[in-house]
Each structure stands twice: as structure tokens, then as C-alpha cells.
């Protein structure tokens, strides 16, 4: 007997110190996680709960569970358990799900902060619903089950316990959601390479345990991150409508003005994505936030871009932070408003770096008013055929247009619907800002053509904006040249194609060159 114990006790130190892969099989008939025979290590021939140096792996059984019912597969906390990481086990059976339950009261604390995700990449994938407050021991990567339609919900809070971690969401394909019920109480920062990252869940979600009480309801928010990042990862077009790397800060459930904190940011890094902001049916939003930051790439930022009809909704940020080559675009409707308090115009214009749009409308310039609200461009002039202005904005509506000498613009938009063919002959369109907006609809082909005719752009960025729609190509014939902007410090321009879901042909001669950063997402 000593003997037995002195081995069952090296077993425990060993499974302590090193840590064991504990992988869930409900064997024990009751779905305690407490009760050993539900759990199993073929591997290390260990018989125990999985604890603070170990991996515990969920998969889910063969039991039956529906959307509306959230039944089967339910994993009962009992007590507050703790882990070194949590792993997912995609077992490829159509719309699985697996349910940890901490009824209310119980937490499931994870060291590492890793959640490792494994097994099936088929069309359908694995529900996950972590119902329970959920505890970080270090900056944490998640990793959502892979396949089409994987989801990971979060019941309770999530926490880091004051020590200032980060959570980072992560995924290798695509329709993949991330959904928060609770407060994510993190000092570090929160980023998404997910299509769906939605905080404040629509109102009609409720979870309720096996007799029936509701423990959690849909009303997730952040407390103390310093930002929210979408950061697309590359495994499709982003900006494909159906594939989109997304944030979603959704006030359906009820209308709250601090569902972000104020002195937080929200941005984009990697290959960027979008943020969607909804307001409330009943009653009006007005969000604050710190700056809006943009690291890398772009960020689409839209308010309100869906049905029901939602009340005033205001996003109001301190300022804009912005790295070289990046880009901005807003889209807004009737009842949604975004501020930038510090923000000027110049020429009439805000930044040839953003464009704004209303919904269902064409995208132009940005503008600000006096309060710093922030507008479409709509009082472009008619563009001459010879002469200009350095501090006017122009515009095209003529479906074509011969140039009779030199034209200095700030920047130019041709207008939408139509099909224009803007020809320089031997003459130089000059675009002091940089920016060039071949319009927004994808109706037509855009074409600028000519003979020793230059098109010379005077911004830091090289901005040109293809019209929506892959089909029909836009063509651009004529030589690009670059004029150092006074008082510049770079050396080479940046080359921007923002607009995605486009085509675009240079089929000119480049006597610019040299680049300092190149980016495209046609």
C-alpha cells in the first residue's frame, strides 16, 4: 500500500511540474468537471482533474444540442477551476456544440492565457460557449476551433486581475465568431484576425442553466483596454462582403454610452478591417473614445449600417493617429454622426487620406464643420480644362474632357454613374494633396489618357482610389510624376490603392520610381 501511494504521488508531482494534456470524454456520466472519469491522459496513464500546470481539452460528445436550447455537451464547473491552458477540439460534426458552465458563480482561470484550438477544418465547426467569468494569467492568444460557422461565446467577465494583459483573438479561416455577454476587463490591448468580433450581442440572447434560470444575458462591454485592433490575418480579401475582419460594438440590447472606455482607441494593424458601431431602437448613443489609430493598412469604420431604424448615434474621437500609407473610411446614415474634435480642414478638405460616405451614396473628401463633425465633400467645382486652383478641390461630371493647358487641382473626384475619359494631351494635371477619386459605383470605366501629358501628385501619399466593382478595368495610360511637398521630410512618396473590390491598370510610364510604402487592396 505504501508503495502504491509513494507511485500515485510521483505521478502527481510529475503531472504538477510538467504539466499533462487532460482531455475531456464525459465518461463519467454526470459532466462535473470535478469528477475524474470524465477526464483522460492515455499518454502519461494519468487519472486526475486537470489543474493550474495543465492542459485540459474539451470535445464535445456525441449528445444532442440546439441554438435555441443550448443543451448537451455541458461541462459543469462546480467549483473555481484553474488551468494552464484550454484547449478546443473541433470534431467536424455539423453545428457541435460545448458548453462550460460555472452557473453563475464560477470561474475558469487559464495561466497561460492560451486557448489552443485543433481537429476538423470541415464546412461546419464547433460552438463554444465559455459561460462563466474567465481569469488570464499572462498575455493571452485565443484561438477559435477552425472550419466555416466556429464560434466562441464568453458569458461571464473576463479578467486579467489588474496585471495589465492583452488578448489577442486568432483564427486560419474564415466565418469565424467571437461573442462577449459580459465586461472584458483588460488593461492591455484587445486584436481580432476573426470575420466577427461583436461586443453587446443582439438582446434576444440569454443562457439559461438546465432548470431553466437565466444566468447570463447579452450585454458585453469593455473596462480598462487600452485599444481595440482589428488585424486581419491574410486568409482571404478582407475586403470581400462576406469576409471581412470585423469589430462590432453593438448597443441592440441597451443603449450605453461607455460601452467602450473613453480614453480608449480603436484602430487597425496588419491588414486592417472594419469596425461597426449600432445604436439603440429606443433611445440615442453618444460614445466617446481617445483617438482612433491607424497602425497598418486600412479601417472601415460605419455607424449604424443596419436595419432596425436605431437612434441617434454619435461617435466622438479625440483625435486621429496615423502611420504612413494608411487609410481611413467612414460611412454613416441619417441618424449616426462621427466627430473629430481636433480636426481642421485645409482647402476646403479634411485628410486625402478618408473618405466618407452615407449609406447607400457615393464615397467623397472628407470635411469637418466648426464642431468638428464630419462630412462629406459634396461642393466640389467643375473641373477646368486649363488653369486651376492649388486650393480647390475639383470634381468631373462631364463623361469626357480634353485639357488645353496645365490644371492645378488640391484634389480631384470624378463624379459616379458614368464613365469619363479625362485626356492631358501634352498638358500636366497637377494634384497638390495627393489624392485622386475615380468615383464610387463601379458603373463605368475610368480612363486617363494622353500623350506626354503627366499626372503629378504633391502629397506625401500617392492616393489613388479605384471606382468600386472589379468589372470594367480603370486605366490610367499616362506618366505618374512627384512633387516633394514643401516642407516635407520624406524622401519617396507612398503609393496608396485603398479601395477594395476594384480593378485598376498603370499602364503609363513611372517617373516617380521609388516608393517608401506600397499598398493595395484592389
Not at 499572462?138 to 476551433?145: F, M, S
Not at 438546465?210 to 486568409?235: D, M, Q
Not at 502611420?323 to 460611412?331: A, M, Y
Request: aromatic share 8%.
Amino acid at each position: 500500500m505504501d508503495k502504491l501511494a509513494y507511485i500515485g504521488l510521483t505521478c502527481l508531482v510529475v503531472a504538477t511540474c510538467y504539466g499533462a494534456d487532460f482531455v475531456w470524454t464525459g465518461k463519467g456520466g454526470d459532466n462535473e468537471w470535478g469528477n475524474p472519469e470524465n477526464w483522460t491522459n492515455s499518454a502519461a496513464k494519468i487519472i486526475g482533474v486537470p489543474g493550474e500546470a495543465d492542459m485540459a481539452v474539451l470535445v464535445p460528445t456525441a449528445m444532442a444540442a440546439t441554438t435555441a436550447t443550448l443543451t448537451g455537451n455541458r461541462v459543469r464547473l462546480g467549483a473555481n477551476r484553474t488551468v494552464n491552458i484550454l484547449g478546443l477540439r473541433n470534431t467536424g460534426v455539423d453545428g457541435n456544440f460545448l458548453i462550460v458552465d460555472g452557473e453563475g458563480e464560477y470561474s475558469l482561470k487559464i495561466m497561460s492565457g492560451t486557448i489552443q484550438s485543433s481537429g476538423s477544418t470541415s464546412s461546419r465547426g464547433l460552438y463554444t460557449y465559455l459561460m462563466c467569468d474567465v481569469i488570464i494569467g499572462a498575455n493571452a492568444t485565443w484561438g477559435v476551433p477552425t472550419g466555416s460557422k466556429c464560434a466562441l461565446w464568453v458569458g461571464g467577465s473576463v479578467s486579467d486581475e489588474g496585471n495589465g494583459y492583452s488578448l489577442s483573438l486568432e483564427a486560419s479561416t474564415y466565418y469565424v465568431l467571437f461573442a462577449a455577454l459580459g465586461t472584458i476587463n483588460i488593461g492591455g490591448e484587445f486584436s481580432t484576425q476573426l470575420q466577427t468580433a461583436n461586443f453587446g450581442v443582439p438582446a434576444s440572447f440569454t443562457y439559461t442553466n438546465e432548470t431553466g434560470i437565466v444566468k447570463y444575458e447579452a450585454n458585453g462591454k469593455f473596462a480598462g483596454a487600452v485599444g481595440l485592433y482589428v488585424s486581419h490575418s491574410g486568409w482571404t480579401s478582407y475586403v470581400n462582403s462576406d469576409y471581412k475582419c470585423r469589430i462590432f460594438v453593438d448597443n441592440d440590447a441597451e443603449a450605453l454610452n461607455d460601452r467602450l472606455p473613453a480614453e480608449t482607441r480603436i484602430g487597425a494593424e496588419r491588414g486592417g478591417g472594419h469596425f461597426y458601431f449600432r445604436g439603440n431602437t429606443d433611445a440615442p448613443v453618444r460614445q466617446e473614445i481617445e483617438a482612433i489609430e491607424l497602425r497598418d493598412s486600412s479601417l472601415a469604420l460605419i455607424l449604424n449600417d443596419a436595419t432596425p431604424t436605431r437612434q441617434t448615434t454619435d461617435l466622438v474621437v479625440g483625435t486621429v493617429i496615423r502611420n504612413p500609407c494608411t487609410f481611413l473610411v467612414v460611412q454613416t446614415n441619417a441618424n449616426s454622426r462621427v466627430y473629430i474634435q481636433d480636426a481642421v480642414n485645409v482647402n476646403g478638405m479634411w485628410q486625402p487620406w478618408c473618405t466618407v460616405a452615407r449609406v447607400s451614396s457615393e464615397p467623397a473628401f472628407s470635411q469637418v464643420d466648426e464642431d468638428g463633425l464630419l462630412v462629406p465633400k459634396l461642393d466640389d467645382v467643375e473641373l477646368p480644362s486649363v488653369g486651376g486652383s492649388d486650393e480647390v478641390v475639383y470634381k468631373m461630371t462631364a463623361e469626357t474632357l480634353a485639357l488645353t493647358g496645365n490644371v492645378t487641382t488640391w484634389a480631384l473626384r470624378l463624379d459616379k454613374n458614368k464613365k469619363h475619359v479625362l485626356s492631358l494631351g501634352d498638358y500636366d494635371l497637377f494634384i497638390k494633396s495627393g489624392a485622386l477619386h475615380l468615383g464610387g459605383n463601379g458603373g463605368g470605366m475610368q480612363t486617363i489618357d494622353g500623350n506626354a501629358g503627366r499626372l503629378v501628385f504633391g502629397g506625401d501619399d500617392v492616393i489613388i482610389l479605384p471606382n468600386a466593382g472589379r468589372s470594367p478595368t480603370n486605366e490610367i495610360s499616362v506618366a505618374l510624376a512627384w512633387e516633394k511637398p514643401v516642407g516635407s521630410s520624406v524622401t519617396y512618396p507612398n503609393l496608396m490603392l485603398p479601395v477594395g473590390d476594384s480593378s485598376l491598370r498603370l499602364s503609363g510610364r513611372d517617373d516617380i520610381g521609388h516608393y517608401n510604402h506600397f499598398m493595395a487592396l484592389l
